[in-house]
């Protein structure tokens, strides 16, 4: 089961997305409908709250009288956390029921409005965020809504900002066109991202790699490896002592294959083989024809030895390194990050070795792409290994 988190601000076009990927098969789970669902006459939802907050809160038939009761949970923040304690468990059961009902080989779709502000990315294993220009958000609540433009802008300050909403999106749609123009940009996502995605990781399997080739430098690569790492840190729990951002696209204005690249770093490999099932629980499933870095001259081969996922999402490559603590191949993927950031002459050999190493594997893809690329990087990872030690100020002894 693929999980889907879909938000996006007032008047951004959100229930537009969502009414779309329900009619391509999705199984649409909306958080407003189940906060209005709990709290429904005969619940023991809106008992609680009439226990809490007096009958005062109920309208003439029985039923919730919202209104009334913004007034008593927000006046206070004791009587909101009071509200929230009553209502906010009550929703995460009903959403986990319909979660649970949902086939295993559905895409879930969780329509939550506050994804961002209540920081709930890292749960799913991909977010949209449906984005729109704020004039254009004021006038679709004026004109579809009925509110007044100065409490349409209230509202929309209130929430996330757009920068936020960037910065949690994995996929961002634009919804400031015309109607319909974003139709066939959420049919090509579910055709070719998300579908392909839910199979993969049903199937446990990596999703296929194209050629091997460098990119220009993507400023949002350092965004795109904090949601990563936000999600792996939920699936590793304490198992993790850090996790970091390695490699190349770790490096601010160094060309490089599209690939983001994260270390896992563990006590022991016990631990990295206890994280094999949930690393592959959220699109990560392990690769067992890798088990080694390649050993540097003079080292134990033995401690050169790691775990390494890859990512069953089609829509964005990344290989997760499983590493012990200490051990040579961890710290020499720190150390590594740390020189190229600090000694631009470093950047410019690494990326002639690159370039190098990107025209030997033209023309080829796949595992053959790969070698034939590493053919020309391990030489010079061999040389200057202990270059990279001694400029990080590292002991190449207790190797």
Request: with cysteine; hydrophobic share 45%; net charge negative.
């Given at each position: 089961?693929?999980?889907?988190?879909?938000?996006?601000?007032?008047?951004?076009?959100?229930?537009?997305?969502?009414?779309?990927?329900?009619?391509?098969?999705?199984?649409?789970?909306?958080?407003?409908?189940?906060?209005?669902?709990?709290?429904?006459?005969?619940?023991?939802?809106?008992?609680a709250?009439?226990?809490?907050f007096?009958?005062?809160?109920?309208?003439?038939?029985?039923?919730?009288?919202?209104?009334?009761?913004?007034?008593?949970?927000?006046?206070?923040?004791?009587?909101?956390?009071?509200?929230?304690?009553?209502?906010?468990?009550?929703?995460?059961?009903?959403?986990?029921?319909?979660?649970?009902?949902?086939?295993?080989?559905?895409?879930v779709?969780?329509?939550?409005?506050?994804?961002?502000e209540?920081?709930?990315g890292?749960?799913?294993?991909?977010v949209?965020?449906?984005?729109?220009?704020?004039e254009?958000?004021?006038?679709?609540?004026?004109?579809?809504?009925?509110?007044?433009r100065?409490?349409?802008?209230?509202?929309?300050?209130?929430?996330?900002?757009?920068?936020?909403?960037?910065?949690?999106?994995?996929?961002?749609?634009?919804?400031s066109?015309?109607?319909?123009?974003?139709?066939?940009?959420?049919?090509?996502?579910?055709?070719?991202?998300?579908?392909?995605?839910?199979?993969?990781?049903?199937?446990g399997?990596?999703?296929?790699?194209?050629?091997?080739?460098?990119?220009?430098?993507?400023?949002?690569?350092?965004?795109?490896?904090r949601?990563?790492i936000?999600?792996?840190?939920?699936?590793?729990?304490d198992?993790?002592?850090?996790?970091?951002?390695?490699?190349?696209?770790?490096?601010?204005?160094?060309?490089?294959?599209?690939?983001?690249?994260?270390?896992?770093?563990?006590?022991?490999?016990?631990?990295?083989?206890?994280?094999?099932?949930?690393l592959r629980?959220?699109?990560?499933?392990?690769?067992?024809?890798?088990?080694?870095?390649?050993?540097?001259?003079?080292?134990?081969?033995?401690?050169?030895?790691?775990?390494?996922?890859?990512?069953?999402?089609?829509g964005?490559?990344?290989?997760?390194?499983?590493?012990?603590?200490?051990?040579?191949?961890?710290?020499?993927?720190?150390?590594?990050?740390?020189?190229l950031?600090?000694?631009?002459?470093?950047?410019?050999?690494?990326?002639?070795?690159?370039?190098?190493?990107?025209?030997?594997?033209?023309?080829?893809?796949?595992?053959?792409?790969?070698?034939?690329?590493?053919?020309?990087?391990?030489?010079?990872?061999?040389?200057?290994?202990?270059?990279?030690?001694?400029?990080?100020?590292?002991?190449?002894?207790?190797?």
């Open positions: 089961m693929l999980r889907i988190g879909l938000t996006g601000g007032m008047g951004a076009g959100k229930s537009t997305v969502a009414r779309i990927l329900t009619e391509l098969g999705a199984v649409l789970v909306d958080s407003d409908v189940i906060a209005r669902e709990v709290v429904a006459p005969g619940t023991e939802g809106l008992a709250l009439v226990a809490a007096s009958d005062d809160i109920l309208a003439a038939d029985g039923s919730l009288d919202r209104p009334a009761l913004a007034a008593k949970a927000f006046a206070t923040d004791e009587a909101r956390a009071t509200l929230n304690g009553i209502t906010h468990p009550l929703v995460g059961k009903r959403t986990a029921e319909l979660i649970a009902a949902a086939p295993a080989d559905g895409i779709v969780q329509d939550i409005p506050l994804l961002v209540n920081g709930l890292p749960f799913m294993n991909l949209l965020v449906v984005m729109a220009d704020t254009t958000r004021v006038h679709r609540l004026e004109t579809f809504r009925g509110i007044d100065d409490d349409a802008l209230a509202r929309i300050q209130a929430q996330a900002t757009d920068e936020q909403r960037r910065a949690a999106g994995d996929v961002l749609l634009d919804n066109g015309a109607p319909g123009d974003l139709e066939p940009v959420v049919r090509e996502l579910w055709e070719r991202r998300l579908v392909p995605f839910e199979a993969n990781l049903r199937a399997a990596r999703a296929p790699r194209g050629a091997v080739r460098l990119v220009e430098p993507d400023p949002t690569w350092a965004a795109q490896a949601r990563v936000a999600r792996l840190a939920v699936a590793c729990g198992k993790a002592r850090r996790i970091d951002h390695i490699g190349s696209t770790a490096v601010a204005g160094l060309p490089a294959k599209d690939v983001l690249d994260i270390q896992i770093t563990v006590a022991d490999l016990e631990v990295a083989d206890e994280l094999r099932e949930s629980a959220i699109g990560f499933p392990r690769l067992d024809h890798i088990t080694t870095d390649d050993p540097k001259p003079g080292t134990d081969p033995a401690r050169w030895v790691k775990r390494i996922h890859a990512n069953a999402d089609p964005r490559a990344v290989n997760v390194h499983v590493r012990v603590d200490g051990w040579p191949g961890q710290r020499f993927a720190l150390a590594f990050v740390e020189w950031r600090a000694d631009a002459a470093a950047r410019a050999e690494y990326l002639e070795i690159k370039r190098k190493a990107e025209a030997n594997a033209a023309g080829l893809t796949g595992p053959a792409a790969i070698e034939a690329y590493l053919a020309v990087k391990t030489p010079w990872f061999e040389q200057v290994y202990p270059r990279v030690l001694a400029a990080t100020g590292q002991d190449a002894a207790s190797e």
